[in-house]
């Protein structure tokens, strides 16, 4: 039995790699699918274009993955294409040691008409000096894992959240088992190999069984506009910085991203002064960015691998974006897996499986690159009934099969209480389905928590449309539907 701790992109991927070869796998996670920083990104399907000049090696891992999650995960992919635009006021001649890198990498890319891209975009600066077309495209985060978890269970895999890891048993210097603690209170579980596939919180997991693991973790603040904008992946050409990249997602798109060092593997809390900085980034891309509603505003973590020897820069834009398995003390069965982004998720599990196998003594190769991961149900086929979540058009039949879940694991699958109203009304429908199964405390406590996750991203941008809007949301939820406000 091979015991996976992290739900997120990475832990999947390995347990999905391992359940190819015929190894049973149980996933751990402390909260809900897609907790920690898969759950928290952009959506960028990296071609590797950001890295072609500061990080070849995560650059060319990027394009590999581009292409192979093309062919696996079709449906969680939305091949928008992407841009690198250069202003006029822009100093140097980044722009062709950027190409030259590109070919370096084998990244196919090309120099197109600024004029084109305004065409696509009217919204973006006007005194563009070069433009260039890579194969950026949209990865939709919370469909890929929820694909993945629905293949894992289907051959066999658990995958079990809000479960949290209590103790690694090391006997005689070998993990044994391990205590876990979850909605159905303590249970152990015998366990071979080790997995830590825990992002932010690897090192918080490797304390468990005496490995150290040095993570240098790094904030970053995002933004979710109310309107798409556009329709192509648009990044800034210069060195990855702040506030280079605009990521349509859906409905909506995503700008991002900042990055500070911080010590907390919780994403951090959002300020509006942040706010405010990262749309001044924003500006030098899209001049009218500030007359663009904000949504809501969110936080993620970056788990990047810093060896004991590293220099310890303020930020994290100079630690590799590559990613690195851990497996030092051989015998003892444990193996970590560190750093690396979403875009080449596969290929961290690809490897990290490969060591567990030969750990195990499995001689089966990996199937990943080629294994497609069955698509569930259309969501047009969870359209019967009454709708429970208008902003997002979901109803009662999405929503059966999860009546035995918290609400917050109700979300990522259908994005209820993710549109514009933020859950106003959806969540005390959706709580009435939950009450069928969990006592009306218990639901009011999912309710209050998952208003608090709500409101975390929101407060910070309160400012015209949305202050208005927030106003008369808890005007609602107090006057008409007789909820109890702080």
């Known amino acids: 039995m091979v015991v996976v701790v992290g739900a997120g992109a990475t832990g999947l991927g390995v347990a999905w790699d391992l359940v190819l070869r015929g190894v049973p796998v149980t996933v751990v996670d402390a909260g809900d699918l897609g907790h920690g920083t898969s759950g928290r990104f952009h959506g960028l399907l990296h071609s590797g274009g950001r890295y072609v000049v500061s990080d070849v090696a995560a650059a060319r891992e990027c394009w590999q ?106 006997t005689g210097g070998r993990v044994v088992g391990v205590d876990m603690e979850g909605p159905g209170g303590r249970d152990r579980i015998a366990c071979d190999v080790l997995v830590n596939a825990a992002g932010p919180w690897a090192g918080t997991v490797s304390q468990l069984y005496g490995d150290p693991i040095p993570l240098q973790l790094g904030g970053g603040l995002m933004l979710i506009f109310a309107n798409r904008h556009t329709p192509v992946v648009v990044n800034r050409l210069s060195p990855p910085g702040d506030g280079d990249i605009l990521v349509p997602h859906q409905s909506v798109a995503i700008f991002g991203t900042t990055d500070v060092r911080q010590d907390d593997p919780e994403p951090p809390p959002v300020t509006r002064a942040e706010v405010l900085r990262l749309m001044a980034s924003g500006r030098a891309m899209f001049p009218t960015m500030d007359s663009w509603r904000v949504l809501r505003a969110f936080t993620g973590v970056r788990p990047l691998y810093q060896p004991a020897d590293g220099k310890g820069e303020a930020g994290s834009r100079r630690v590799t974006r590559d990613f690195t398995v851990i497996d030092r003390v051989r015998d003892a069965g444990v193996v970590a897996v560190v750093g690396g982004k979403f875009t080449t998720f596969r290929a961290m599990a690809e490897r990290t499986a490969d060591v567990v196998a030969r750990q195990l003594g499995v001689s089966a190769p990996s199937r990943t690159r080629t294994q497609l991961l069955e698509a569930g149900v259309s969501r047009a086929a969870d359209s019967n009934g009454p709708v429970v979540c208008e902003c997002e058009d979901v109803a009662t039949a999405a929503l059966a099969p999860m009546t035995a879940e918290p609400l917050s694991a109700w979300r990522t699958p259908t994005w209820l209480a993710m549109g514009p109203c933020q859950g106003t009304f959806c969540l005390h429908r959706a709580a009435g389905l939950r009450r069928q199964r969990a006592s009306a405390a218990h639901v009011a406590a999912e309710v209050g928590a998952l208003r608090t996750e709500r409101d975390r991203g929101f407060t910070s941008v309160l400012w015209g449309a949305n202050a208005q809007e927030w106003a008369l949301n808890r005007a609602v939820r107090a006057e008409s539907l007789g909820e109890a406000l702080p």
């Open 65 to 170: 993955e581009n292409q192979i999650l093309r062919r696996i995960a079709p449906s969680a992919v939305e091949d928008t294409g992407g841009f690198f635009i250069e202003g006029a006021d822009e100093e140097g001649d980044f722009a062709a040691e950027w190409v030259a890198g590109c070919r370096a990498v084998g990244l196919p890319v090309s120099d197109e008409a600024p004029a084109r891209l305004r065409g696509l975009v009217p919204e973006v600066r006007r005194d563009l000096r070069r433009v260039f077309r890579v194969p950026d495209a949209v990865l939709e985060g919370f469909r890929l894992l929820h694909l993945l978890r629905r293949n894992i269970v289907k051959r066999g895999g658990v995958v079990l959240t809000h479960t949290r890891v209590a103790r690694v048993d090391m």
